[in-house]
């Protein structure tokens, strides 16, 4: 498989110390990388130096060819749309005081993707494909599950059709009962969009069940 993202010798500091310590690894167009380890190892310096929300030291990251590091602010813009993100906290992600539908619709405002008569069915479309009621986007975010919270996070990173995902720590501020049906839908994902992800956990167990490799990182740096 060709390597929709690859990372090399990446360095992040802060300060004297080397958060990210020469990491090198691919994610394939359609494959899911696990990124595991203890917390403050470094697992999420990386996921925010590979969507270029921070500047590496060293190394380089490439998507689909093009080096991600050295590129300009209006480059950078036209090809976010391409990779995407989700974060931990659901509701810190989401603006308490906007209704889903509103939120889900952002993306495709920003990147100039909305229009009267197609934006409303997609982001009706984007709630079903998460297995939410697209009634829930009248709602407002306080409104939600942590579970259902999270499902509008994850439909509103597919709302531009990314081709990379980036999932940090997505379950572990969900509880155990609600984590295994976002671990189903990752995979349901997975299978039927064929979208490229790396899935940055402490959850070895997680990791397993929905990945199809998995790194192990260490203080900085990937360990045998």
Known sequence: MNALLQVRDL?????ARRAVDGVSFD???????????PSGCGKSTTAAAVLRLLRPAAGSVRFDGTELTTLGASAL?????????????PYAALSPRRRVRDQIAEPLRIHG????ADGPPRVAEL???VGLDPALGERLPHELSGGQAQRVGIARALATRPELLVLDEPTSALDPSVRAGILNLLMDLQDTLG???LFISHDRAAVRHVCD??????EGRLTA
């Open 11 to 15: 360095v992040v500091r802060y300060g």
């Open 27 to 37: 994610v394939a167009a359609g494959e899911t990388v696990g990124l595991v380890g």
């Open 77 to 89: 813009r036209a090809l976010r749309p391409r990779f995407q993100t989700v974060f931990q906290d």
């Open 113 to 116: 993707l909305w229009s009267r």
């Open 127 to 129: 709630l079903d494909r």
């Open 195 to 197: 979208v490229g992800t």
């Open 213 to 218: 490799r998995v790194l192990t990182m260490r």
